[in-house]
């Protein structure tokens, strides 16, 4: 007891604060809406906050990854094409996140969740045939070039891309959410590691806040593939709506 009395309050709140965005970013999206403002609140810059943010997003990826295989959920190697079409996009909005000022970035931000949440919200009912995955050369080639996109996102903040990548997997590829969920885990592993290195070069990480983030996303994003693969599709639908709920209210209130 005397030695978690002897850590400072703010590695305490985050690693809690990590459990819970490492649980919500394996079941749907969204949680990188509550560790930026966190971070930004705490004193870092936007960028250093962008920055640090992504060594809980590589734990709790690495963590839900480990977590779908013991389970024995597998998408090799569909997920290393997208992921590595992602790398490459990230690599480019890693680039322009640390150009960018703490006012555009923001406003940026601002946009493209709303658009994220509207297509969540309102996206067109369909009766999925989750027994035929749509994975011919064809379609991983559109596949492909639609998350170097996403990793351009990807790269520059991360936040709500969950969820986008879950419409997208489960209306075009047609694959339940269970397997979405294990192909996110490893296209966000991939790209994330490549645009962290670009945040760590320019000196953009605080390290003792991402690690404290980290340690908590490790075990929730864990947590979180175990039970979405026991409880099936019907928990990470729950957990879909509460990030959208975050998303909404960071836009609206803050």
Known sequence: MDIFLNIPWE???????????GF?????????????????????????????????????????????????????????????????????????????EDDIFNKILSVIIIVVSILILFKPKNKLNFNSEKKSTK???ISCIVFFFIGIYGGFV??????????????????????VNATKSIIILIYTAAAFLIFLYND????P????IALGTLYGGWK???ISVERGEGIIKVFMIISLIIISVKLWFF
């Not at 590695?11 to 965005?21: K, Q, R, S, T």
């Not at 690495?62 to 295989?69: I, L, N």
């Open 24 to 100: 919500i970013n394996t079941m749907a999206g969204g949680g990188s809406l509550i560790t930026l403002p966190v971070l930004i609140f705490m004193g870092l810059p936007s960028s250093v906050a962008n920055g640090t943010n992504r060594i809980g997003i590589l734990f709790s990826s690495f963590s839900a990854h480990y977590g779908f295989k013991s389970k024995g959920i597998n998408t090799f190697p569909f997920s290393i094409y997208l992921g590595i079409s992602a790398l490459l996009g990230s690599l480019i909005g890693a680039k322009i996140a640390i150009s960018v």
């Open 209 to 212: 806040y991402g690690i404290s």
């Open 204 to 207: 953009l990480v605080n390290f």
């Open 139 to 141: 379609e991983i080639v």
């Open 11 to 21: 590695y305490l709140a985050l690693f809690l604060i990590g459990i819970i965005v």
């Open 224 to 226: 979180a593939s175990v």
């Open 158 to 179: 991360n936040a709500g891309i969950g969820l986008v990548v879950m419409l997208f997997l489960s209306y075009f590829n047609k694959m339940n959410l269970v397997k």
